[in-house]
């Protein structure tokens, strides 16, 4: 069977969506407070180490809603291709939903760990969270 996700897919090659998609949400690192990461202390722009990213960390939801419930497929590496085509298509026809970010690996991974820190349990309730600091 073939869905509006494998339609858009079929459109257009496998890079060139990831690198639509990093177009389309600005081409560079988004980290709220500025990306320092890459060239002259600036965003990071390289493509290649920039990271599609689910701004409400919905991915698991995602991942459902197209016939899939493990992996983690805002990590490129453990995706097979076939997802992967089937997952870039589908964040292409929904880039509008405002539900998804580049982040550089760097300000991916700092996400990652404040988000671990905000739920500990010995972190509830404390405003702000130590990891705000
Ligand atoms: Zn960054
Ligand atoms: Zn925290």
Known sequence: MIG?????????????????????????CMWPGGCTMGENC??????DMLHVEHIYNDGARERQAMGRTSGAPTYVG??????QQVYYGY???????????????????????IERCCKRKENRGIVPCPCAA
């Open 42 to 47: 600036g965003s990071v722009t390289d493509p």
């Open 4 to 28: 509006p996700v494998e339609k858009a897919w079929v459109r257009v090659k496998k890079k060139s969506v990831r690198l639509q998609i990093i177009e389309a949400l600005g081409g560079k």
């Open 91 to 113: 964040i292409l026809e929904h880039l509008d939903s405002g539900r998804y970010q580049i982040l550089c690996a760097n300000h991916n991974a700092k996400k990652q760990a």
């Open 78 to 83: 453990v995706i097979s291709i076939v997802n």
